[in-house]
């Protein structure tokens, strides 16, 4: 994990620590953060095929979440990539100090990809890190086109069932593919910037 305190900016490889199932530092330099490590712990503890573990407070994602109602639906085709592969926690409790959180959260979210944590952030799980960075970009899309149509204050039209499903299939049969290229993407234009980025 990224050390507690510094900026994402300044990340490099060499800079993450590696934390091993007791929560003890065993590689790197840098402070652990308590919450970090306590929610990412119980989810893989539960979730062997969740290799990659997301948790953000992306301003949209989040923000449906933080809505009294369960309002993520399926209204445009990037939402129905997650056709029936997200879940809600509606019971915020604090700041997880602990691993019982994570244990929470991994009961929650189940075998689903998504957890909205209410009045927290958002929770990805994924079989490698492509498809995880590339779900988190995709659902922070989806929110953010349904907040813009919410704002008209008119009804939102949902896609019928079998085409959000069918959507869905269409989406998982390339999803691999999609995101190894979208993550690739997304390294190139940072080798441009700084082109030993990956070295440090």
């Keep these: 994990m990224i050390p507690h305190g510094l900026h994402w ?6 800079s993450l620590l590696g934390v091993n199932d007791r929560g003890e530092l065993v590689e ?9 490590n ?6 893989h503890d539960a979730r062997s095929d969740a ?3 997301f948790h953000l407070h992306s301003p ?12 993520f639906g399926m209204y445009h085709q ?8 997200f879940a809600y926690d509606p019971k915020y ?23 909205f944590m209410g009045n927290h952030g958002v929770l990805f799980t994924a079989p490698n890190a492509a498809i995880a960075f590339d779900n988190a970009y995709f659902m922070e899309r989806a929110c953010l086109m349904q907040m813009i149509a919410m704002q008209t204050g008119k009804k939102l039209r949902e896609l019928p069932d079998d085409i959000s499903k069918l959507t869905y299939q269409q ?18 234009v940072l080798l441009q910037k700084d082109p030993g980025f990956l070295n440090q």
């Design 78 to 85: 990037t939402h129905c990539r997650f056709y029936n592969d």
């Design 38 to 43: 306590a929610i990412h712990k119980g989810v």
């Design 171 to 188: 989406t998982q049969d390339v999803l691999e593919y999609y995101a190894n290229a979208h993550f690739e993407g997304i390294k190139a």
């Design 51 to 53: 290799v990659c573990v």
């Design 9 to 14: 900016s300044q990340a490099t490889p060499s």
């Design 93 to 115: 409790g604090g700041a997880a100090l602990s691993c019982e959180e994570g244990e929470r959260l991994a009961k929650l979210i189940g075998k689903k990809a998504v957890l």
């Design 60 to 71: 949209y994602t989040t923000a449906i979440g933080m809505l009294e109602e369960e309002v």
């Design 28 to 36: 790197g330099k840098g402070h652990i953060q308590i919450e970090a």
